[in-house]
């Protein structure tokens, strides 16, 4: 059987993006033959990034069958650091690299209206000028009708708290979860 590789890509100031990437990587690798390759990007300025992932690499970008980024929301937007990186993908949008491959996105935010939505579906629309084919959650899965915090059909959020002090609750894991399996899915699937 043919192996996929699902590329994770996220930024993570203080953590929750990265803990999401993990909980997206374990339903990617739920599924038989699916490997979840996480990586972060490289911070702004003189910010700390020892303890992360290791940074994304061309290589990482070219041999994925699937890619899934993730976000801190910032004005409603990604974090400048995914923006970069994404801003360097030319040459992979030149080539068609990830064309008609899956993406998806998630985010996570220090208020519940700190603009999760918006986030997630700018960080779209690089992936559709990149001619992928978007994955979003359905409503099949039950955690999307019954969040009080972070969850939405556009991609799996996580509403932090002020202070970063709220911990990933029980149906924000399940649709972290789920978003994985699902691209992991679909990158089998398109895989020929």
């Known amino acids: 059987m043919t192996e996929i590789n699902v590329l994770i890509v996220y930024y993570s100031k203080h953590g929750n993006s990265a803990?999401?990437?993990k909980l997206i990587g374990r339903g990617v690798e739920s599924q038989p033959n699916c490997n979840a390759i996480i990586r972060s990007v490289k911070p702004a300025g003189d910010e700390d990034f020892s303890n992360s992932d290791p940074l994304v690499s061309e290589t990482d970008l070219n041999n994925c069958d699937g890619l899934i980024l993730g976000?801190?929301?910032r004005f409603g937007n990604m974090a400048a650091p995914l923006k970069h990186f994404i801003d360097e993908t030319g040459s992979q949008w030149f080539s068609g690299t990830l064309s008609n491959k899956p993406a998806a996105v998630f985010t996570?935010?220090?208020s519940i209206h700190g603009g999760q939505?918006?986030?997630l579906i700018t960080m779209m629309l690089p992936l559709i000028h990149h001619g992928m084919m978007i994955v979003g959650l359905?409503?099949?899965e039950k955690a999307l009708l019954h969040t009080e915090s972070g969850g939405t059909p556009y991609g799996p959020s996580h509403w932090?708290?002020?202070d970063s002090e709220r911990a990933i609750d029980k149906n924000e894991k399940?649709?972290?979860m789920a978003m994985g399996k699902r691209v992991a899915l679909f990158a089998e699937k398109l895989k020929i």
């Open 174 to 176: 399940s649709l972290c």
């Open 71 to 73: 976000s801190p929301a």
């Open 19 to 21: 803990k999401m990437a």
């Open 138 to 140: 359905p409503y099949s």
């Open 117 to 119: 939505e918006t986030t």
């Open 108 to 110: 996570s935010s220090a």
């Open 160 to 162: 932090s708290g002020n």
